[in-house]
């Protein structure tokens, strides 16, 4: 998931990469993962973790006085800007030099911006962490409001200059957004009337973020005379797919209770965030929330809704089938919503070390040649990722993309081939964030989020494909493939695009000027996930509290992203199985960043997104999947 930081300004405040803004692109990534290890099922303390499994900030800041000095030393030059150029923006000239300094500034704004959120979400019980967390959104606030004249001079600039900067290539992005703000631009003041409220719009997504982290109790939970402890990040990484059926059974409904004694304060809450976004939207002028919330990504409404309905339609079959068949070889006469992430072959599943799982990442992405291997092998000798499972955690996984330093990952490690897919994942995005960094600068070096996903889950494709071609027997070549639907596939054209379903139906509800409680919102992602899986999934009441599970909610129309992202992935593997140029035209792709709309990003691997036929060839390589799949099951007699 992309988050994009403390004090989120969000679209409407800034039309440039805000220190937030590019907090990066924070891909919480929540996983599935069975472990039946005695010693897993409680989390231990962060004190209580080697080095090696935690990251190393110190590239960064060498610690929190570090950090407070690049804070002051930041607002220093952000006043000398202000004094240098506030009403002093007219010709093309001004512009360009501001520019060059602007760009210097929002580098160090995004130092500070990940270093304020990165610690926390390792430990939310930190009070430490929590004074960086709220140090850099003081600042940022700050930052964001005495920078908003510089936002404010170039959308109000004469359109012979905006064209002249536009045609400058390191400001390609910057321009477009800027075009794009400026059809819907609402004055200086109430600019920084909105810029100032930052922190406000930004209030539902961090109670949501803390009520998630801190207050979501799970009740123990007894199977054959052991008493299991539950937890948000318990259930999420080892209890939803164990292969004992009481175990996922107890799991789901302890877990699903948990959620439904907040469920009316999460609705509130998700209320006051949609309610936001259409008064924003409102105002600006835009014909729907929707067109608002889509118009930085640069997609249309059509794209969008596309997305979404041949998925729900044509690929449902699809995942009907394949769930129908691991009930079957499974010996399950229903399958529950308790039931639908277990996997088709639990006993294959191997323990895997965090040693084996930079040995499996190594390997599979070989085939993009050495300049990428040499980039990314830096993550483990560098201490990139923090692998600690402790107590506090955030639940999820990111990638974060300080600019020009190196990328982080969090996780949570917990030793099954699940994990190695949420790594590679994550090393997807810091490929391209490396690529983008170092060929494009600061303002276009982001992919549009519309297409933010397609690095991610290119890499996972590169890992069931290794892991494939290492077996000869019809069971790992099953166990691979499976990896495949589940890992790469399902979460991302399944959990979260059944999101963008339940969010279009919120929106939709919303536009036509009604309202919302917990109660509505459990019919409406009931309703959601019953039409699309239909008898292979019995759908109840707690299946319907999934709605409370994901922050994606708080970011706009982010979740559908997973599966546009995933369709250009995709379009990329097959590129780079069948075409001798499709290593150099996938890492071109990854070099181009922002520079170009995701249209023209796309077709530099031949994808032409503005037709359904990407997507359409993705669903029947899945069907292709499956299919082969069940021919391997049939080998085995199952």
Do not use: C
């Amino acid at each position: 998931m992309v988050n994009f930081s403390s004090s989120f300004q969000d679209f409407y405040t800034s039309i440039f990469p805000s220190p937030s803004m590019f907090l990066s692109f924070f891909l919480l990534y929540l996983r599935k993962n069975t472990d039946q290890k005695e010693n897993i099922m409680e989390l231990k303390k962060r004190s209580e973790f080697p080095e090696n499994e935690l990251w190393d900030l110190t590239a960064l800041y060498q610690d929190q006085e570090d950090f407070l000095r690049a804070i002051e030393k930041t607002r220093e030059e952000i006043n000398e800007f202000v004094r240098n150029y506030k009403g002093n923006l007219h010709t093309f000239e001004d512009f360009e030099a501001a520019f060059a300094i602007f760009e210097q500034i929002q580098i160090q704004l995004s130092h500070i911006g990940n270093y304020s959120f990165m610690p926390q979400t390792t430990d939310f019980g930190d009070e430490a962490f929590a004074e960086i967390a709220q140090a850099g959104m003081d600042f940022e606030t700050w930052a964001s409001v005495e920078l908003s004249f510089f936002d404010d001079a170039l959308v109000e600039a004469d359109e012979d200059v905006l064209e002249r900067l536009g045609q400058l290539p390191h400001l390609t992005f910057a321009i477009r957004q800027a075009k794009i703000k400026k059809a819907h631009y609402l004055g200086a003041d109430v600019e920084k009337t909105l810029t100032n409220l930052g922190e406000v719009f930004y209030g539902p997504q961090d109670i949501y973020t803390k009520m998630r982290a801190g207050d979501f109790e799970m009740a123990d939970f007894e199977v054959d005379g052991k008493v299991y402890k539950n937890s948000f990040v318990t259930y999420e990484n080892f209890y939803q797919n164990h292969e004992n059926a009481e175990v996922r059974e107890k799991a789901f409904r302890s877990f699903s209770e948990g959620l439904r004694k907040h469920q009316n304060t999460a609705a509130a809450t998700y209320l006051a965030q949609v309610k936001s976004e259409k008064l924003i939207a409102d105002m600006r002028g835009y014909d729907s929330v929707f067109d608002y919330l889509l118009a930085e990504q640069e997609v249309d409404r059509a794209m969008f809704d596309r997305q979404i309905d041949l998925i729900m339609k044509d690929f449902a079959p699809v995942a009907q089938k394949f769930l129908k068949h691991v009930a079957k070889v499974n010996g399950l006469e229903k399958m529950t919503f308790a039931d639908w992430k277990l996997d088709l072959d639990s006993a294959l599943n191997p323990d895997v070390t965090i040693d084996d799982a930079y040995d499996l990442v190594m390997k599979s992405v070989a085939p993009l040649g050495e300049e990428y291997s040499r980039e990314i092998a830096r993550y483990q000798t560098e201490r990139w990722v923090d692998f600690a499972a402790n107590e506090g955690k955030d639940s999820g996984g990111y990638a974060a993309d300080p600019y020009r330093v190196h990328p982080y990952v969090l996780m949570s490690w917990t030793g099954r081939m699940s994990d190695v897919y949420t790594l590679i994942h994550e090393i997807g995005h810091s490929g391209q964030f490396i690529f983008s960094d170092n060929n494009q600068s600061y303002f276009n070096a982001h992919m549009s989020t519309y297409y933010v996903e397609a690095p991610s889950t290119f890499n996972e494709l590169l890992l069931s494909d290794y892991l494939e071609h290492q077996f000869d027997d019809p069971r790992q070549k099953r166990f691979a493939l499976a990896h495949r639907l589940t890992d790469t596939y399902f979460h991302n054209f399944i959990t979260h695009l059944l999101e963008a379903a339940f969010q279009r139906k919120v929106y939709t509800l919303i536009e036509e000027g009604g309202t919302f409680g917990a109660s509505k919102l459990n019919s409406i992602m009931k309703e959601v996930l019953t039409e699309f899986w239909g008898d292979a999934v019995e759908i109840d009441d707690d299946a319907a509290l999934t709605w409370m599970r994901q922050s994606h909610y708080y970011m706009g129309l982010y979740s559908y992203t997973y599966s546009a992202g995933l369709v250009i992935s995709t379009a990329g593997y097959l590129h780079l199985k069948n075409s001798e140029n499709g290593a150099k035209d996938w890492l071109d792709l990854l070099k181009s960043g922002g520079s170009k709309t995701p249209l023209e990003s796309a077709m530099i691997i031949g994808a032409d997104i503005s037709t359904d036929k990407p997507l359409r060839d993705t669903i029947q390589f899945l069907s292709d999947t499956v299919d082969q799949i069940i021919a391997y099951s049939a080998e085995l007699g199952e």
